[in-house]
């Protein structure tokens, strides 16, 4: 068998065009215009290319698009007073504040100062907790984007065996509550899990969030199962340059699986078109409309 490759960037821009037509007829009908604020910390460069990207996919949705960039040595209360600033103001639907924050900074004290109606990196513990008990809420955009995709692929996912392999806050523990809410019966696995091999060759569906270069082999992965890789890690290459890999090994794993995310294209792109998404959906919630169909959980 060789898998399907999930092909993420295309979904992606798919997802982009109805983002697109989403925010064309807010302003067509309403006269509004969802606003995105992204607020960078210091000059971390893995950082500065993401908000980069962010900045230019907003505005080609036709979204207002909004950079805070800030000295690394910014006091933690001056960031606080610029997130409140961000909340009050009616132009701002969603707030990003880049992680990982400099070490002078209390992360968690930060993100729940987001409004959790603005937040829609769905890190705030308010959404967590709704997301935890099956309510309305912004759904962290990464998992939201592998859900999507295997929807996508494998239509209802009830009764389904899935593993998540990691357990961060950002991706593992929310995927597995939007793989509860789906129906599935879900294992969490982690860098302390004893035979992680046998735990992982249980699974219909593989999610691995490890940041473990290659780390999960082809024969882990039970025949016919679907692989969503959400690694980005960057590897040395023959020619002295770097590479992308994600935390499975695609060359293995491809031989087994029946559809597989790769990497670059798989998972990656899917993160800022959710973003984009999530950022509309806390639009039309802001403005009592009724939110379009297929761009949240
Ligand atoms: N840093 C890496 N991924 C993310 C993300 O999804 N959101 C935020 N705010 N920071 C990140």
Redesign the pocket.
């Known amino acids: 068998m060789t898998a399907r490759i999930i092909d993420g960037k295309a979904f992606a821009a798919h997802l982009r065009a109805r983002v697109g037509t989403e925010v064309a007829r807010l302003d067509a009908e309403h006269g509004i215009t969802p606003g995105l604020a992204v607020v960078l910390v210091g000059e971390d460069p893995a ?1 500065e290319v ?1 908000v980069r990207n962010k900045g230019r996919q907003t505005r080609e949705a036709g979204m207002l698009s909004i950079e805070h960039r800030l000295p690394a040595d910014t006091p933690q209360e001056d960031l606080l007073v610029l997130v409140q600033s961000l909340n009050a103001d009616p132009q701002v639907h969603g707030i ?5 924050l400099p070490g002078h900074i209390d992360t968690d004290l930060v993100i729940n100062s987001i409004d959790p109606a603005k937040d829609v ?1 769905g ?1 705030n513990i308010l959404n967590v907790g709704l997301l935890a008990t099956g309510q309305k809420c912004l759904v ?3 998992p939201l984007g592998c859900l999507m995709l295997l929807r996508e692929e494998l239509g209802s996912l009830s009764g389904l065996e899935a593993v998540v392999v990691g357990r961060s806050n ?1 991706v593992g523990k929310p995927m597995v509550q939007l793989l509860l809410r789906e129906h599935c019966t879900v294992t969490v696995a982690h860098s302390r899990t004893r035979d992680l091999p046998e735990v992982v060759r249980r699974a219909d569906i593989v999610i691995a969030a490890v940041g473990q270069p290659k780390m999960i082999k082809g024969d882990w992965i039970r025949r016919g199962a679907t692989v969503i890789d959400v690694g980005i890690n960057r590897i040395p290459a023959q020619d002295g340059k770097t590479r992308l890999v994600g935390d499975v090994d695609f060359e293995s794993a491809r031989e087994v699986a029946s559809a597989i995310t790769p990497v670059p294209g798989g998972v990656g792109p899917m ?1 800022i078109a959710c ?1 984009l998404a999530n950022t509309v959906t806390a639009c039309c919630r802001a403005n009592g409309l009724p939110e379009p169909r297929g761009l949240s959980a």
């Open positions: 950082s993401y990003l504040v880049q992680l990982p990196d890190f962290p955009c990464t950002i993160t973003l």
